[in-house]
Nanobody, 124 residues
């Protein structure tokens, strides 16, 4: 049984920083990523880390502010979020996926397992 356990969500003022963590239950995946969902909106891609190549991708709105990284020995990914803005307020979900040919890892379809979500609130 695969489990993804997230932590690190909190309330922070605009301009502040948070670091989210996501620990997978003892196995590597092709990719692990972060998505977020604000009230009344669809879940959107934030960042992904490709385990075999150490490559990363980010949605445009977080480039230069967020950094995704991993600890390969702990099967854990992190999302360092700096210069937070009220628009970053959302429930953040960790996701892990095997290799899926032809599927973009910017989409939820690429991920097989999801965490429970952690709330990030940025006050203005």
């Amino acid at each position: 049984q695969v489990r993804l356990v997230e932590s690190g969500g909190s309330v922070v003022q605009a301009g502040g920083s948070l670091r989210l963590s996501c620990a997978a239950s003892g196995r590597p995946f092709f990719a692990m990523g972060w998505f977020r969902q604000a009230p009344g909106k669809e879940r959107e891609f934030v960042a992904t880390f490709h385990w075999s190549t150490d490559s990363t991708d980010y949605t445009d709105s977080v480039k230069g502010r967020f950094t995704i990284s991993r600890d390969k020995f702990k099967y854990t990914v992190y999302l360092q979020m700096n210069s937070l803005e009220p628009e970053d307020t959302a429930v953040y979900y960790c996701a892990a996926g095997a290799y899926h040919q032809g599927v973009s890892y910017w989409t939820t379809a690429a991920y097989d397992y999801w965490g429970q979500g952690t709330q990030v609130t940025v006050s203005s």
